[in-house]
């Protein structure tokens, strides 16, 4: 039995939490189940030294976890000096999310930091915080515009994330921590409402897998990102 | 007027939730008004080098803010490659306060390292982080004595921090991130609730002080502590 | 026109040379038409702390530009003190993907290291690596088996990586730095010649796609790693 | 007994040096007892970036340990490539101390940088740097001063630094290395010599302390402080 | 007998392969026998802080060998996270050499680095590099003349490298791996085909030696470095 | 006129202080002239790795320079993180040099660490630093024996260092800040004073040399040597 007593196709009870921090322009909670991420947007009046004088605006992500967010402490990587490979892919990973939700062009020359810091894992931070981070860039937008200083609102392209795994034979959706070390198959997708897809990342941890065995991942992360993206419609009003 | 409505020798409201991690052996969110920190203590059983053999075990500490829980975002130190003097020196000020809150030669050969993540700074993070780190230490305690791993439990002393600074030439206790900006003095105190004293650290940031504020801080400050310790107490059951 | 006189489907000319260095266990140069990677396997006998004592292998990888691989120079990772996000999640891939073409608990408690050093970049330099770095993992393999060293070849599954881009449209294989720079979706696919995919990473870059495009890209990769499958399986009698 | 046959309120023998440097704008050697640290003040005519066009100086302080100064080795923090959280925690402290001695601004848009490196050790090296450092500042701005660089001095307040500890019960002043060792309070005060406070530090290193072991410590500290200054005074004429 | 069926004072087979990269502004393979570097030549039209507004240029060098360049696998650098004390001398080496090999003031406000790449080592890394990086470095400059975009060719001085040691009591010349393990002195000698020295470091690995025996490694190292100016003059026509 | 009216031959004042450190089994400070450096003989009784097990002990120095040492304030390498080329290049010579002092195989296996620190610099630095670092070695290995750590003194060969230029065409001995920074060749030599070399390292810094002026810089500076290990015969008793 799965955990929260769903089924191979269902997410975990999501829950996302708007306007957590009182200094961010942007910010945004988000819970996958047991796994929990702040995502905080902030905004600077500047962008890197490539797009200077381009007009065009940045998007950018930074992720972390917390060293007890893990089942056993991980150490901190504030303290070892160095980022892992791991936490740069994640990061690069939401980082082009999030510039796949929104036009660059039109927002301005200013950059968009979002934050994802991991307060509790459970399997699927990377996707929860792709999740949660599209509701705090939103917030963060709306931000600006209601203070005039985005004087109109950048296109925007709703999306979300959720992980696809194959454990026993079975396609499974937003799998936990337990299914995840486990999972033959992990396969995490970023896409639209409408089954658009921004990235797919499908690694063969234990098994190959084949074309038929993909769509079955495809249409079930696909079907779940819908509903994700309808949870961030009802929050963002 | 102070935030809060409080008088000059007011804490801020404080909350401190015990047990809001599901993986961390002990931990406790605290909250001092708007400043939030999580602290998790995770145990590990084994001690660092120069402790190895001799029966003893250790307590340290480490420390973090996110990025956005400041006013302004400040670079991530993991991304930066290294954590800034004030960031040692606070988590080497927690560390000592929490080795003397217990009895390291009644605890056995095991490591007890608590995280203090500031979710959202407004002023005493690191007086907040110490008030905590004494709660989820002794939970972690609670945890590997009922769990049988420690067969009894160390002697135990309760200990909370406080930030006292003068303000146009007043004291105040607690202060929060505007007040701390413009104090004259800045003095934080852990001690105990019965008035020993742990750490005193007074600094003059714009005027030098006598002995008589001194002592006017330390009395604001020990009254101060004896209701966190309260607190503490009320929580701890 | 594309680079070489080719179709959309069509691979650039591939060169696969065994044996390019006299110090390493096994190694290869692999060129995708100007792109030019150097691969050399060493062989460690002892495996990472967490393999140790099972008995199991482990096989890893690690990749770097040198400095004027590229259009312009690039600053030296060495020199800079740490490695790019981009390195790290290069190796990590091609470290996956050699881990899936060998049964690592028949190898014995060896390490294999995977060294690709890009020579010159003209796109696809993390497909290349790959297929060359199998290459260089067999004739290691091989070496030691000849030496009387790993008495049993483990078994060994062939895969090879190719690109897949949509450029203006049209799905087209194998990329040179132009076209990659212009795509709209970027897939970089890891499969077998039989058609079981080990990675699949499509990203969009400038256009999200439907599944229909994903559906085209991985007929045209699959179709492309076959032939380059067979090219490995040429050079390795 | 006390090393140098001193009374529990007594200082070690101090040695002033002043002029030590060639190159320096100003420079003291300090020796407390067999404590011999060399402060060095560097004079740059620029300001850090947050100070920029506020017309106002900065005084900052770095503060290193040659290898050997110890009883034994300690590796070279240069090597290592970090300073320890220690030497940031001391560095930070002269440098509060030294801003707190001068009028910032009124010392023209210029950056004094006090160098304070440890030759010998023998506990008490950052009252030592202090109590030196305050000698080069005044020495490296009479130079500025004489040559016209700086066309007034700004206004000084002579201050000094010593250690009190509580040793077997008994307040002592200005503890050796062996003393310091088996303190069960350390108190670290910076003050002027008519007792106005700078810092104030104090730590259980193994008991808990009262207000009035602090008041007894304070009076030690602030009598040794006061003969200080006259030796400072006495060697800047 | 010595490697390649040679005299003592002959070199190995010298094959210096220019123009083998598709991007830098100038680029040579060079080999000494079995070591084979690649060097490439990067122009930047800009020059070091030092150097602005002055109207000279810069020639600097990086040097970095592959992980597998070595006998047995060396750790990346770039993974490390820092240069080791060899390479730094060594790239030190070759940027002076080069420095004394042009007219920096003829050259213009522009900046060439030679990244010497280490493909395969076997003895005499450093000589190679050396003996490479000026051709490569001509080269650039001829591409920058012909383009019109260094309007005239630099005064240049052809110099090349060598090393000699003392094997057994005998000198010899351009030393493999294992006769430098093994020798007793070892000297490497940069000059110009006419006898004009430009560097000259000699160490006793295991014997002092005297005045004779420099005279005598002196004599063979500049008969042999006439023999590689002659191979550059005949590359580079 | 050179400083110190001396001839072109002849060294500044040379200053060698024995035992100036209370806690080094071995220490003098050296000067030449204005050149100041506090050399520490340090000794641990183990071996790197590479030699453990081998019997022979090993000889290694570490080099640095106060931040002010310098005419202008240079950056201090622990605040930066890492060591200059310069530090390195110049710590691996006086290593050398040291184990070319003394017969390793006869020591015992113990590490003796040499810290040479440069409290003042005006030219010379290096060679000061070897000329001071054999007399702080012999003490240390003195004080070992005396103590009956080390039974029996091996066989040492007395060597001291000298840097030699040429300035106008003139060969100069021992050469300042001034004289090196204007010189056309810069040579440093190690040598026993019966004119046996350890190493020579001559750079043309603006203008190549020939044999004839070669031979020339090494009789200055071997007659110079001689005086030095003098000085150190005398010192050492």
Chains 1, 2, 3, 4, 5, 6 share one sequence.
Not at 28 to 41: D, M, N, S
Not at 68 to 80: F, G, N, Q, V
Not at 88 to 103: C, F, K, N, T, Y
Request: neutral net charge.
């Amino acid at each position: 039995m799965r955990s929260f007593q769903r089924g191979v196709l269902d997410l975990r009870p999501v829950t996302l939490t708007p306007g957590v921090s009182r200094h961010a322009e942007g910010s945004a909670q988000v819970e996958f189940g047991h796994t929990r991420v702040l995502v905080t947007c902030s905004v600077e009046e500047r962008v890197p030294p490539h797009l200077m004088g381009k007009g065009t605006g940045w998007v950018t992500a930074e992720y972390g976890m917390l060293p007890r967010s893990t089942h056993t402490r991980s150490p901190r990587e504030a303290a070892k000096g160095k980022q892992s490979g791991r936490t740069m892919e994640i990061q690069r990973l939401i980082g082009r999310s999030m510039r796949a939700a929104v036009d660059l062009a039109a927002m301005g020359p200013r950059t968009f930091t979002l934050d994802c810091d991991v307060i509790q894992a459970d399997g699927g931070t990377r996707t929860a915080s792709i999740t949660g981070a599209y509701v705090a860039l939103v917030l963060a937008m709306r931000n600006l515009n209601s203070r005039g200083v985005m004087s109109k609102m950048p296109k925007l392209t709703p999306l979300a994330a959720v992980s696809v795994g194959v454990v026993g034979g079975e396609v499974r959706v937003d799998l936990d921590y337990e299914e995840d070390s486990s999972a033959d198959v992990d396969l995490n997708l970023v896409a639209t409402g409408d089954g658009r897809i921004v990235e797919v990342q499908g690694t063969a941890e234990h098994k190959l897998f084949d074309r038929k065995m993909l769509d079955s991942m495809l249409d079930g992360g696909l079907a779940a990102i819908q509903k994700l993206t309808e949870a961030q419609a009802k929050v963002l009003g």
